[in-house]
């Protein structure tokens, strides 16, 4: 996989989340949904998330799946806490929100960057 569709999959699976997730709401604005916050919201935590691994193999770190995992849940669930708190469109309501929406978007995150991971050797160079 490379970087580009894992940024479109990790984009895609927010943007789907955003709307089907329980505790998570789109603001309307006279009976329109509001898709623009949607989408750069998707779009940030996508580019976040997907830049895990490339990050960690530019800046020499030794990419392991652990150091993924962690950064990738911190990424994952923090952006969904962060619109809990400053709303901008996109609504967490409750907690069950940031707890699936986070589990989900960490899991795709993890599983998108793992295959970067092992196309690439296994961090091995």
């Known amino acids: 996989m490379n970087y580009f569709r894992s940024f479109l999959l990790n984009a ?6 955003d709307r089907i997730s329980p505790g998570i709401e789109i603001t309307y604005y006279e009976q329109v949904p509001n898709i623009g916050a949607d989408l750069l919201f998707a779009m940030i935590t996508g ?26 849940a911190i990424i994952s669930y923090s952006c969904f806490i ?39 050797g296994g961090g091995l160079k």
Do not use: M
């Not at 895609?12 to 989340?17: A, K, P």
């Not at 976040?48 to 960690?56: D, E, G, I, K, Q």
């Open 47 to 72: 580019f976040l998330n997907a830049s895990v691994f490339p990050f960690l193999a530019i800046l020499d770190l030794n990419p392991t799946k652990l150091k993924i995992g962690i950064i990738t």
């Open 12 to 17: 895609l699976i927010v943007f789907f989340i």
């Open 82 to 120: 962060v619109i809990s708190i400053v709303p901008f469109g996109v609504n967490v309501v409750s907690p069950i929100g940031v707890l699936f929406g986070g589990t989900v978007v960490w899991a795709v995150a993890f599983i998108a960057n793992i295959l970067e991971f092992k196309r690439d």
